[in-house]
């Protein structure tokens, strides 16, 4: 069985600050992260290294949200400025 230090991190965690959100009113987290592409021994596509990273990523986000918190999540391509930002709303967690 591997242990925690075994496992290939899929993102690294650029900034992690607290933010004001005075259209909602309301206080939360902004994560700054950036997915890391395969490790050399991933045997997986990329769209399932994809899928695996993104779900490490909101366990990480979502490690310290009560079910009642309202979550969003926006995406975007820092090397393609011209790409539009991709987003979930505001929801509650659960």
Known sequence: ??????????F???SETDRQYSRFNARGSELTVRLLPPAVE???????????SV???FDYALRIVDDSDM?????H????LLDKAIGI????KD
């Open 55 to 57: 779900n490490d990523l």
């Open 12 to 14: 690294t965690t650029d």
């Open 1 to 10: 069985m591997a242990s925690d230090d075994d496992v290939v991190p899929r």
């Open 71 to 75: 979550v969003g999540v926006t995406t």
């Open 42 to 52: 991933d045997n997986h596509d990329s769209i399932t290294h994809f899928q695996s």
């Open 77 to 80: 391509n820092e090397v393609n």
């Open 89 to 92: 709303s505001f929801r509650p």
